[in-house]
């Protein structure tokens, strides 16, 4: 049985309490922490670069490019995955900081790091 269904069934026959899936879950993460990577965000569009305030005239057209459309969404996409595993690694620190497991802290604080 792999890991995650372990838990589960832990967790189904009450061997493991909410708490403990937690705390469990935390100590995978950091076991497997380098599985996690921060992504760069995409190159912007030559043509953005090139004014950082536009005219209103210009404004549309530049925004309906699909280079530029493409740009923004990737971006947003990465900016809100690479916050998302923030905030989870984060979670995760502070559980295993509640328990001592300071070798799997700094596992985690290396990874943070990478993500600054």
């Not at 372990?6 to 061997?15: E, I, M, R």
């Not at 549309?60 to 947003?76: A, D, G, H, Q, R």
Request: charged share 35%.
């Amino acid at each position: 049985m792999n890991r995650s269904s372990q838990l589960l069934d832990d967790l189904t026959k009450k061997k493991i309490t909410l708490d403990g899936l937690r705390l469990e879950c935390a100590r995978w993460a950091a076991d497997e922490v380098n599985a996690c990577q921060f992504k760069p965000f995409p190159v912007m569009p030559k043509q953005m670069e090139t004014d950082t305030i536009l005219p209103e005239d210009r404004l549309s057209p530049m925004f309906s490019s699909p280079e530029v459309t493409n740009y923004i969404n990737l971006k947003n996409r990465i900016f809100w995955e690479n916050k998302y595993l923030k905030e989870w690694l984060l979670e995760c620190r502070g559980l295993l900081l509640k328990h001592d497991e300071i070798e799997r802290v700094a596992r985690i604080d290396g990874k943070l790091k990478e993500g600054e």
